[in-house]
């Protein structure tokens, strides 16, 4: 199986920057996406960037220009480097990983990210 462990939310005001990381570890083998996930209170949960097996990446266009996601496959390791922060942005990120072995979706804990306006 697989385990995701996010970190590196927290709390900045308005303009600043985080970077959040994932870490994978168990059976990383046929993965066919993995992406970043937010959900504000009293929202649906959405996409905000994803990255498929080919390295192409998809973003939510609310965050295009200001959000990056990459991928270090030495390290398991997910990043969302979020620049320009606005209080929208406000919400707990998740971790998603999709396995073409397990043939199911995985999910992080989630980090709170929060921005002050």
């Known amino acids: 199986q697989v385990q995701l462990v996010e970190s590196g939310g927290g709390l900045v005001q308005a303009g600043g920057s985080l970077r959040l990381s994932c870490a994978a570890s168990?059976?990383?083998?046929?993965?066919?996406?993995m992406g970043w996930y937010r959900q504000a209170p009293g929202k649906q949960r959405e996409l905000v960037a994803a990255i498929i097996s080919g390295g192409t990446t998809n973003y939510a266009d609310s965050v295009k220009g200001r959000f990056t996601i990459s991928r270090d496959n030495a390290k398991n390791t997910l990043y969302l480097q979020m620049n320009s922060l606005k209080p929208e942005d406000t919400a707990v990120y998740y971790c998603?990983?999709?396995?073409?072995?397990?043939?199911?979706?995985?999910w992080g804990q989630g980090t709170q990210v929060t921005v002050s306006s």
């Open positions: 998603n990983l999709m396995s073409d072995l397990y043939n199911r979706a995985y």
């Open positions: 168990g059976n990383l083998f046929s993965i066919n996406a």
